[in-house]
């Protein structure tokens, strides 16, 4: 990264959208990395059932995509794309491939002038899209994965302790008690 600063784009004065897509890609990425790290090598491949992704299937499936939208984006030459490495199975050795990856996007989102959002790009179904679409489509498959990656780190108790109670937002207001939160888990037990 010669010449490039490593601080951030300022939060709360950001001057285009490319800053927040910067803010927003790597820095949800970088939410995953660190449940990941939080993993224990052992729980690496749990899941609460087999049809929820795993730790490893969460951090495979954001690279994967990191990886392709990237490629698609910086490779116009479609003969040239490459298939999705094949990723280390030791979990740290996943986590530092997944962190140049948020680091990579970094460096070409850092790349981009605001003028080039609107340039239109092919993609894989035959369509073009604008390059604001492929950021999209990232910043969109980050916060879902890191999501994932956080209800599996709640489920291992990485995150948190006893029954889930997230904060609900009229507990804020002075409104009293407008409605019971969470709403029960099993209506038939409630009282």
């Known amino acids: 990264m010669t010449g490039m600063s490593d601080a951030l784009p300022d939060f709360d004065h950001l001057r285009n959208e490319l800053e927040v897509f910067e803010l927003m890609i790597p820095g949800y990425v970088g939410s995953i990395l660190r449940a990941a790290r939080l993993v224990p090598d052992d729980k690496w491949n749990w899941s609460f059932v087999d049809e929820t992704p795993t730790p490893r299937e969460t951090v495979e499936h954001t690279f994967a995509w990191l990886w392709c939208d990237r490629q698609q984006m910086t490779v116009p030459d479609w003969s040239q794309h490459q298939p999705v490495p094949n990723l280390p199975e030791d979990r740290l050795r996943?986590?530092?491939?997944?962190?140049?990856?948020?680091?990579?996007?970094?460096?070409?989102?850092?790349?981009?002038?605001?003028?080039?959002?609107?340039e239109e790009l092919p993609c894989w179904d035959g369509e073009t899209r604008l390059r604001r679409s492929y950021l999209f489509h990232m910043g969109q498959n980050v916060v879902y994965k890191a999501g994932q990656m956080w209800v599996l780190a709640f489920g291992l108790g990485l995150d948190g302790a006893g029954l889930y109670k997230a904060p609900f937002p009229d507990e804020y207001y002075p409104f009293g008690k407008v409605r019971t939160w969470p709403a029960p888990r099993n209506p038939a037990s409630s009282p």
Do not use: G
């Open 94 to 118: 996943m986590i530092a491939v997944l962190e140049e990856e948020a680091m990579a996007w970094r460096s070409l989102i850092r790349s981009l002038q605001p003028s080039q959002l609107d």
